[in-house]
């Protein structure tokens, strides 16, 4: 592992975060709040950023296979480290509740401990541009870390981003230039069309925030009195949260022939909406929970908002018939485009594993028949699909492993399946679905366990099973 290289990357970040700062301390001073605990938090981690790219900087490097890996899991935890100092030092969080906050919103899981009602403004703010940045440094670990380790961590970025990533510095920060202004085109999107649904500048602006992060949060107003093209405008904007921010890339090297019918993973994904929200809607109508009016408006919305896992949820969703809640934890499960920034196992993952079974039949009917896979025109290569069926088993160990230890605590079985996967879907309204809306109550040892959740769930699950052998080998070699 080359540290040299690992603290320059961090210190990177660490310098990006202190800026974000600026905005929560503008926002304090104009709406006279205290800004102390904002002005400490931006001096500590500009001081320990520029020491790490001072003290580690190089003129160029390639990133090492094993600094990437280790670098994945640490990242979370050092930034949520200096994003927790604000709830510090406001004193309204003891540290492992600000923590936990922390790494929620870098994570854009969305599990928030503190509420807009009793909590200052510049906090809330803070926490938002905790969730954006976590956007934004996930889209850009995505192509510069993640595509380190493929194909070995099997099939991270779709056909369309293949190529893109070399493993040197220069090409790192130009990639990393790249994400930041297709991410801040997109949020600045959404902004105006949340502006255009009706929302005031300052709510459009955090919504913004946890929509092209795929955040979330609990809505400021209940679905279905939305009017009908203010929710129309609300779902396209969630929808574009959840495709794959790659897609917009050719757009910055001045290519914009982007084809809309070459691009099968989207294809599915905008077909899974419309057919599952119909469901949604045509089962809602049924059982006469809403009238036909609102079961399309709540279906739509939700089906978008489950789907690219952004969570936006109202507290009632608890109370939906059982199969609109099965169906709203299956679209957490699955996720949107594999390029976006929202968790789950991803449409593209979907369609490979199930074109991988379907080759396995064949070949178990015609032994000697030589079928490959393919998505659209794109050849997927033989070492990225075979390790899909394996990252669909850890998903599955993990989802029921971890469900049998939060059930330790208390949990009914649906609850702790509820937190399993919300945590490692990044996206917290997975447990909303089943009525856990306040997670301050969590005891110390579920909080902790969780931020473990979130942790494997923003990193693929992959970069923390190699540490997992890594660290099992050098045991069993050492004894």
Not at 307 to 318: E, M, Q
Request: glycine fraction near 6%.
């Amino acid at each position: 592992m080359d540290f040299r290289v690992y603290f320059y990357i961090l210190g990177l970040f660490t310098l990006f975060q202190s800026l974000l700062h600026l905005p929560a301390i503008a926002d304090a001073l104009y709406l006279s709040e205290n800004v102390v605990p904002f002005v400490f938090s931006f001096l500590f981690t500009f001081i320990i950023g520029s020491i790490c790219v001072y003290f580690h900087k190089r003129n160029n490097y390639t990133l090492p296979l094993m600094t990437g890996v280790y670098l994945l899991p640490s990242l979370w935890i050092w930034m949520a480290f200096f994003g927790m100092l604000p709830f510090v030092f406001s004193g309204m969080l003891v540290p492992l509740d600000a923590f936990f906050e922390s790494i929620s919103s870098l994570t854009t899981t969305g599990m928030d401990i503190i509420h807009h009602t009793n909590s200052p403004s510049s906090l809330i703010l803070w926490r938002d541009l905790l969730k954006w940045s976590g956007g934004l440094y996930f889209a850009i670990m995505l192509l510069t870390v993640f595509s380190r380790l493929s194909p070995r961590a099997g099939s991270i970025l779709s056909m369309s981003s293949r190529g893109i990533f070399r493993p040197s510095h220069n090409r790192m920060l130009s990639i990393s230039l790249d994400v930041f202004k297709i991410y801040s085109l997109l949020s600045l999107i959404i902004f105006c069309l949340f502006y255009l649904a009706g929302f005031p500048i300052y709510s459009s602006l955090k919504l913004a925030l946890r929509t092209v992060s795929t955040a979330g949060a609990i809505m400021p107003s209940t679905i279905q009195n939305l009017p009908l093209s203010s929710l129309v405008l609300c779902i396209i904007a969630i929808l574009i949260g959840g495709s794959n921010l790659m897609f917009y890339h050719p757009l910055f090297k001045k290519n914009y022939n982007i084809s809309f019918k070459n691009d099968k993973e989207l294809h599915i994904y905008l077909a899974s909406f419309f057919v599952i929200a119909s469901l949604f809607a045509i089962h809602m109508w049924s059982t006469k929970y809403f009238d036909l009016n609102q079961s399309v408006k709540v279906a739509f919305f939700y089906s978008a908002s489950f789907l690219s896992t952004t969570g936006f949820a109202t507290k009632s969703i608890a109370n939906f018939p059982e199969f609109d809640k099965f169906l709203m934890l299956l679209l957490l499960f699955f996720g949107g485009c594999i390029g976006s920034m929202g968790g789950g196992f991803r449409i593209f993952r979907l369609i490979v594993l199930l074109k991988t079974v379907s080759r396995g039949i064949r070949q178990m009917v015609h032994p000697h028949q030589i079928s490959d896979i393919r998505l659209g025109k794109n050849l997927i290569p033989v070492n990225d699909f075979i390790y899909i069926p394996v990252l669909f088993f850890s998903y599955i160990f993990i989802i029921f492993v971890s469900s049998a230890i939060l059930s330790l605590d208390g949990f009914t079985m649906t609850e702790a399946l509820g937190i399993s996967i919300s945590c490692l879907t990044s996206a917290g309204s997975g447990a909303m679905i089943y009525g856990i809306n306040e997670f301050s109550t969590f005891s110390p040892f579920i909080k902790t366990f969780s931020i473990i959740l979130m942790i494997i769930g923003r990193c693929e699950i992959f970069p923390v099973m190699i540490i997992f052998f890594k660290i099992k080998d050098r045991i069993i070699n050492r004894w």
